[in-house]
């Protein structure tokens, strides 16, 4: 096993999302969920990021990544269609010892994000270890039909 799973508290907790596509509202979704603090940096955002920005759900930065843009933050996330960008991110991250996840790779020197299935309370965390995320999320499809099918969900 190379990764170590965990549950992180991040309620009131600084987060950054490089990036304002598809990708990075799916991860942002997920850190609002959690209770995240999160600031998003992007030159273009979804029209969710966007509504979210305008609500003051999350901070905008309407920008392209700058190195210092990690600032305090705790856990990091690359969702940029760029690989240049995404490494500089890393870089940083890395620096300043700040977990970071970055969207196109399968494995990353922080962490690695679970296909999740949650309802209520109960969260079930599916992961191959970033060798195959399509079938973290197909067992993860596989499981919540199963509870939804057992009433146990």
Request: charged share 25%.
């Amino acid at each position: 096993m190379r990764y170590y799973p965990i549950f992180l508290n991040l309620k009131g907790r600084p987060v950054v999302v490089v990036g304002g596509g598809p990708v990075a509202e799916r991860k942002v979704t997920t850190l609002l969920k959690a209770g995240a603090e999160v600031t998003v940096i992007s030159p273009s955002l979804t029209p969710q990021l966007t509504r979210w920005s305008m609500r003051e759900k999350i901070k905008k930065i309407h920008r392209s990544y700058q190195n210092g843009d990690l600032g305090q933050a705790v856990l990091a996330f690359t969702a940029t269609d760029s690989s240049e960008v995404n490494r500089a991110v890393a870089r940083e991250a890395k620096k300043k010892k700040i977990f970071i996840n970055v969207a196109d790779q399968s494995t990353s020197e922080g962490f690695i994000v679970p296909a999740l299935l949650t309802k209520r309370d109960i969260a079930i965390a599916v992961s191959t270890g970033g060798k195959s995320p399509a079938m973290a999320k197909k067992i993860r499809d596989h499981l919540e039909i199963f509870f939804h099918e057992s009433k146990l969900f």
